[in-house]
């Protein structure tokens, strides 16, 4: 098994349409796949079937931006059904918040004499409009030398042009996610700006929240970190996931399915042992992908 359950299509801030992500999957020998899109099912909706080669599961889901404690927690939902209205709801409010996010910056990097953002995102594919491609624009411009360049001077929280989104609460992720049939998973735990007392604080409330899995395994975690992530599932009772977080073939680094096995002490947490694991009967078969 082959699991990777966290990736982007260009519907978000992936620069892969979905049926060469689908591809993507299938060369580098994926048994599942999850579409995880930033705030967006978009990518879903255009799926054909014959795009899934033999022997993937392709399981429906999303990666939502939510706030805990003022801090931007990412929750990704697997094996939602895209067509609930919970979930179509909150994501079109956080597709709204993109949206105003966007014209702010638009509004600052306007006051310091760069023009044209907002027509470089009319011209885009994506459904839910993100830094990286304002980071892209900035690089285009001449203004940034590269996305970490436009992260850390101009996009960071106290960047000159970036500007921040009050985006749902880590509860409103999660119930949303439950209201859609999914699995609520915290992501990337170890790329927050927060203490270890904290992230622990984070995963037992995530928990209570009604979350069900947290990401132990991922891109360019080193084994140590690992191995504590290994633990919170552990002494939390969550499920353990695995996801590369693939945005671009260009981050070579984080490729589909290039991450470590589960640590052993994990592999009965495993997430394809849930009882409703999607890969089971909610893997996007012909009937799913027409609407069923
Ligand atoms: P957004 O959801 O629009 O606020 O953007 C967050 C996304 O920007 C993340 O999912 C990453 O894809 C990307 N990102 C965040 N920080 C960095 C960074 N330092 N360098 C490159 N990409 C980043
Ligand atoms: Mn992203
Ligand atoms: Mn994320
Ligand atoms: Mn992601």
């Known amino acids: 098994m082959l699991a990777d359950l966290h990736a982007h299509t260009w519907y978000s801030d992936g620069s892969l349409a979905p049926e060469a992500l689908l591809a993507r999957a299938a060369d580098n020998q994926l048994t599942c796949l999850a579409i995880t899109d930033h705030d967006t099912t978009a990518a879903l909706d255009t799926i054909a079937p014959h795009w899934i080669a033999p022997g993937l599961s392709l399981i429906q889901g999303v990666e939502i931006s939510s706030l805990w404690e003022r801090q931007e927690i990412h929750v990704v939902g697997i094996g939602i059904d895209r067509h ?3 979930l179509q709801t909150l994501l079109l409010g956080q597709q709204a918040l993109r949206r105003e996010r966007a014209a702010e910056m638009d509004m600052r990097l306007k006051k310091a004499g760069v023009t044209g953002l907002q027509a470089y995102l009319a011209d ?3 459904t839910a409009v993100g830094r990286n491609h304002v980071a892209q624009f900035l690089i285009d411009k001449g ?3 590269s996305k970490e360049h436009a992260f850390k001077n101009f996009l960071g929280d106290r960047g000159k042009y ?3 989104a009050r985006w749902c609460s880590i509860g409103d992720a999660v119930t949303a996610i439950d209201a859609a049939g999914g699995i609520a ?3 990337h735990p170890n790329r927050y700006k927060i203490s270890n007392p904290a992230l622990r604080r984070l995963v037992s409330e ?5 979350g069900q899995g947290i990401e132990v395994s991922y891109s360019n975690l080193d084994p140590d970190r690992m191995d504590h992530l290994a633990s919170l599932c552990l002494s939390n009772e969550l499920w353990a996931s695995t996801g590369s977080d693939f945005h671009t073939p260009t981050n070579h680094w984080m490729d589909l399915g290039k991450f470590r096995y589960l640590p052993a002490r994990c592999a009965d ?3 394809w042992l849930h009882p409703e694991w999607p890969g089971r009967g909610k893997a996007m078969t012909a009937s799913v992908i027409n609407g069923a």
Do not use: Q, W
């Not at 995530?206 to 009604?210: H, I």
């Open 143 to 145: 203004v940034a030398r």
């Open 162 to 164: 970036g500007a921040t």
């Open 185 to 187: 998973i915290l992501a």
């Open 269 to 271: 947490r495993a997430i």
């Open 84 to 86: 609930d209205t919970t």
């Open 206 to 210: 995530f928990k209570v929240a009604g």
């Open 124 to 126: 885009l594919p994506c």
